[in-house]
């Protein structure tokens, strides 16, 4: 466990800080009068989430492995963040649409179908809690692959 503590110190601060965002995004409308342009600003997450993942493998190849970190080192140390992130997503969808914004969607669900979008059922079968935690679990995963490798590439102690 305590090989993996900072991967789990900043994999919390991750997912944290995605209620933050949903709380951001909630207060600035982006949830109902403004759900049009919900699918565009929720992508600038991704410079939160590039963010951390810097920070994280910083934090390790500095205290963990004193300054010399490999790519394989800074890969796997960024794999295991995004499993674990993975791990917390459902708690973070949960609470972001249990609590933070309960009614985001219906209203999704009613502007998708009457902007022509989708038809009812698909927007059912999409916009549901059950959906967004399978989306967010891949996309933890999917993501954090390419993040984890591009970080531990920029991270790397270079040779001399």
């Known amino acids: 466990m305590k090989k ?8 919390v601060q991750f997912s944290l800080l995605s209620l933050v965002w949903m709380i951001i995004e909630k207060s600035t409308g982006l949830h109902d009068e403004h ?10 997450f991704g410079i939160v989430a ?19 970190m ?36 219906e209203t999704v669900k009613t502007y998708a179908v009457a902007h022509k979008i989708q038809t009812p059922e698909q927007a059912d079968t999409f916009f549901n809690l059950k959906s967004y935690i399978i989306q967010g679990i891949f996309g933890a995963l999917s993501m954090g692959v390419i993040t984890a490798a591009l970080m531990a590439l920029l991270l790397k102690t270079k040779k001399k």
């Open 70 to 105: 490999d790519f394989k080192q800074g890969f796997i140390s960024g794999m295991v963040l995004s499993f674990i992130i993975a791990m917390l997503s459902p708690l973070v969808q949960y609470v972001t649409f249990t609590y933070i914004t309960p009614h985001f969607f």
């Open 50 to 68: 590039i963010l951390v993942y810097f920070l994280a493998l910083r934090d390790k190849k500095k205290n963990y492995f004193t300054g010399q």
């Open 4 to 11: 993996f503590a900072i991967e789990i110190k900043w994999a």
């Open 35 to 44: 759900i049009a342009k919900q699918a565009i600003y929720t992508n600038l």
